[in-house]
């Protein structure tokens, strides 16, 4: 299966790549596909630089990662031919995984209205404007609303991965990921995940 990590510049290093080292794991079941709106060189937060395919909606099957980070903000604002396509993604994918306030870019296109996602820190106006209609879960890892699984911040985007690889495969390929990783994996689906 496919994973494409959608890139933007200034995006939150820890959130794309948590989420890719855990499939990473698992290369008999998971390929991975870093793709960006301009197929160019894409600069995260910290300056990690990485080469990009380009962006094309139609050949999004599988996996859609959408990481959160400075650059998330930007594209909110002055970039609606970005997160058009990032919409037509999303609604071609089998699953999306939105970390942090990646899940930012699918509310301003609209798709996450009447949906549940995990709430994220945004500004005030922020919210007022954007998430009318969305509704926001506090207090848990990961909210799982079909096939959009989100989360509040970068280190329970490790969580969000490891939910739906297990809901992918099955939870004892999840924990293989985890122990790969060193990561001490709660699978508490009671207390973590709102579904």
Same mark, same amino acid.
């Given at each position: 299966?496919?994973?494409?990590?959608?890139?933007?510049?200034?995006?939150?290093?820890?959130?794309?790549?948590?989420?890719?080292?855990?499939?990473?794991?698992?290369?008999?079941?998971?390929?991975?596909r870093y793709l960006s709106v301009s197929g160019d060189l894409i600069n995260s937060v910290h300056g990690l630089k990485i080469?990009t395919d380009f962006l094309v909606p139609d050949e999004i099957d599988g996996i859609l990662l959408i990481p959160g980070g400075?650059?998330?903000?930007?594209?909110?604002?002055?970039?609606?031919?970005?997160?058009?396509?990032?919409?037509?993604?999303?609604?071609?994918?089998?699953?999306?995984? $939105?970390? #942090?306030?990646?899940? &930012? @870019?699918? =509310?301003?296109?609209?798709? +996450?209205?009447?949906?549940?996602?995990?709430?994220?820190?945004?500004?005030?106006?922020?919210?007022?404007?954007?998430?009318?209609?969305?509704?926001?879960?506090?207090?848990?890892?990961?909210?799982?609303?079909?096939?959009?699984?989100?989360?509040?911040?970068? $280190?329970? #985007?490790?969580?969000? &991965? @490891?939910? =739906?690889?297990?809901?992918? +495969?099955?939870?004892?390929?999840?924990?293989?990921?985890a122990q790969a990783v060193g990561y001490e994996w709660s699978e508490d689906a009671d207390t973590d995940v709102y579904s």
């Amino acid at each position: 299966m496919n994973v494409n990590v959608i890139l933007f510049d200034d995006f939150e290093t820890l959130d794309a790549f948590g989420p890719v080292e855990l499939f990473g794991k698992l290369p008999q079941h998971f390929h991975i596909r870093y793709l960006s709106v301009s197929g160019d060189l894409i600069n995260s937060v910290h300056g990690l630089k990485i080469w990009t395919d380009f962006l094309v909606p139609d050949e999004i099957d599988g996996i859609l990662l959408i990481p959160g980070g400075k650059g998330a903000r930007r594209l909110l604002w002055k970039d609606e031919r970005s997160l058009n396509l990032i919409r037509k993604a999303a609604e071609n994918a089998d699953y999306c995984l $939105m970390i #942090g306030n990646g899940s &930012a @870019l699918l =509310a301003q296109t609209g798709m +996450l209205y009447h949906r549940t996602i995990a709430d994220f820190p945004m500004d005030a106006n922020w919210n007022r404007m954007f998430t009318a209609g969305i509704d926001r879960i506090t207090g848990v890892k990961t909210v799982i609303d079909g096939k959009l699984y989100s989360c509040n911040n970068t $280190m329970n #985007g490790f969580d969000t &991965a @490891l939910w =739906a690889i297990s809901d992918i +495969l099955d939870i004892t390929e999840a924990e293989k990921a985890a122990q790969a990783v060193g990561y001490e994996w709660s699978e508490d689906a009671d207390t973590d995940v709102y579904s």
